[in-house]
């Protein structure tokens, strides 16, 4: 199993609708599970960080489940700014963090 | 806000040369690291440093190395660039320990690296 997994897509929505991406990660000593977000040509930028009892931002709801090692997250509404890569993120031992490949999202009105 | 800089934002360099990549953090950050980003790769990490003149190896440090003198300053060095180091290089801080949300990792604007 590789240590983070994603669906590449690309996922084709129009405005307004809801999307869900999907994460599995390897390590279940993994303590910390964010979502970055990475427009085309520019560097990542943390989207929010993940935690066991969920979360929400506006928008954006990410969810946790350590007992089947997936990380979830759900943009509701979607506008044509959410159009980006949305890399699953977990750590590892110590401080590294181990980056997903991406999810790469595409909004069109 | 944290800021993380890269001395380059572009590079063409020949192969055989030595390269250079500078980082540089203004938040007093325990922790600096390199990546390079490909297509269909996504970031791969080569090198990071948790302490002044302490360094750990990534996953790909081959024809890498780092140097860590200053706690804000990290650098990337290519001993003898090749073509197969063309890449995006991405410098990333992050304030400390996993598991606190201190290991938030937040990344410069990169260097495109092209080698001829």
């Known amino acids: 199993r590789k240590e983070v997994e994603q669906d590449p897509g690309p996922f084709n929505v129009p405005e307004g609708a809801t999307v869900a991406f999907n994460c599995t990660y390897s390590?279940?000593?993994?303590?910390?599970f964010f979502w970055y977000r990475q427009d085309c040509r520019k560097e990542p930028k943390l989207l929010m960080s993940?935690?066991?009892s969920g979360n929400e931002d506006g928008r954006f709801t990410a969810q946790l489940n350590r007992a089947s090692q997936y990380i979830s997250l759900l943009i509701r509404d979607s506008k044509l700014s959410d159009s980006a890569t949305y890399l699953c993120?977990?750590?590892?031992?110590?401080?590294?963090?181990?980056f997903g490949k991406g999810t790469t999202l595409s909004v069109s009105s | 806000d944290v800021k993380v800089t890269q001395s380059s934002r572009y590079l063409v360099k020949r192969t055989g040369e030595k390269v250079f990549l500078e980082c540089v953090q203004d938040m007093d950050h325990e922790n600096m690291f390199w990546y390079r980003q490909d297509p269909g790769l996504g970031l791969r990490l080569i090198y990071f440093s948790y302490d002044v003149k302490m360094k750990e190896k990534g996953d790909i440090p081959e024809g890498y190395s780092v140097s860590r003198e200053k706690k804000e300053r990290f650098s990337l060095i290519l001993e003898s660039a090749s073509t197969n180091q063309t890449s995006m290089y991405l410098c990333?801080?992050?304030?400390?320990?996993?598991?606190?949300?201190?290991?938030?990792?937040?990344f410069g604007p990169g260097t495109r690296l092209t080698v001829l």
């Open positions: 390590n279940s000593a993994s303590q910390s």
């Open positions: 993120v977990v750590n590892r031992a110590g401080t590294a963090l181990i």
């Open positions: 990333a801080s992050s304030l400390g320990a996993s598991g606190s949300g201190a290991d938030t990792q937040y």
């Open positions: 993940v935690y066991s």
